[in-house]
């Protein structure tokens, strides 16, 4: 095995999603690769298999401010809704419509249009 560096865990980390696309498939799951450690001969990280199908990755460019979307992420309750106040070159700034006030800035991948 050659050395053990960010090169090679980019590159494994993408064949490792192409051969877990089979399992999701036949197990109706989504499987994630947590952050990865490394040292120079080995490397480990943390797997999680989520019950549901893998959403669609969206980019900022599939949202427009006003819309109404909601976040998945497991810190924030699936049930809230949030409306894009301005978009970002890099994040979304959404605003809580139903509960709390909450403001956050949010990676586009993370929403979802409802």
């Known amino acids: 095995m050659k050395k053990i560096d960010s090169n090679t865990l980019t590159k494994f980390r993408k064949d490792f999603s192409e051969a877990m696309l089979q399992l999701e498939k036949e197990y109706g799951v989504t499987i994630k690769l ?12 943390k797997m999680s298999a989520i019950k549901g199908d893998r959403g669609e990755v969206l980019t900022k460019e599939d949202f427009k ?13 699936p049930s809230l809704v ?9 994040n979304i700034k959404v605003a809580c419509i139903s509960g709390t006030n ?13």
Not at 66 to 77: F, L, R, Y
Not at 82 to 90: A, D, L, Q, Y
């Open 65 to 77: 401010v006003g819309e109404q979307v909601k976040i998945d992420h497991k810190k924030v309750v």
């Open 82 to 90: 949030f409306e894009i106040k301005k978009i970002n070159s890099k």
């Open 34 to 45: 947590g952050t990865l450690t490394y040292d120079s001969t080995s490397f480990r990280g």
């Open 102 to 114: 909450r403001v956050l800035n949010v990676s586009p991948s993370l929403l979802r249009k409802i």
